[in-house]
């Protein structure tokens, strides 16, 4: 007999009603939106190097691209991308529809 499992889900997001609140609501500047996965292509001998480099120092791959991603952009200008492209759809897998 299977167990019985109970899941907790968070609430979802408010989405505000009118262009004005999202305008209001985007901060200039994101600092510590929470995590997002990503996926990359990236060359083999820096992969090795970073599996080999993180194995001596103890760092995960993930310490070892959040902290080169930081020194890159430290002393670099960033400018926010416009609206129109910010706020373009996301574009990715469809959720599956559970109509069964």
Known sequence: MAKE???DFAPL???PDT???LEMSLPVEVVDAGPTKVTFDCDYILMENMKDYGYWEGLTQKDII???LKLYFQNKEIRP???KIRNKTKVGRKPKNNND
Do not use: Q, T
């Open 5 to 7: 499992r109970k899941f």
């Open 13 to 15: 997001p408010l989405v």
């Open 19 to 21: 262009h004005e609140e």
């Open 66 to 68: 959040l902290e080169s």
């Open 81 to 83: 991308r416009p609206d």
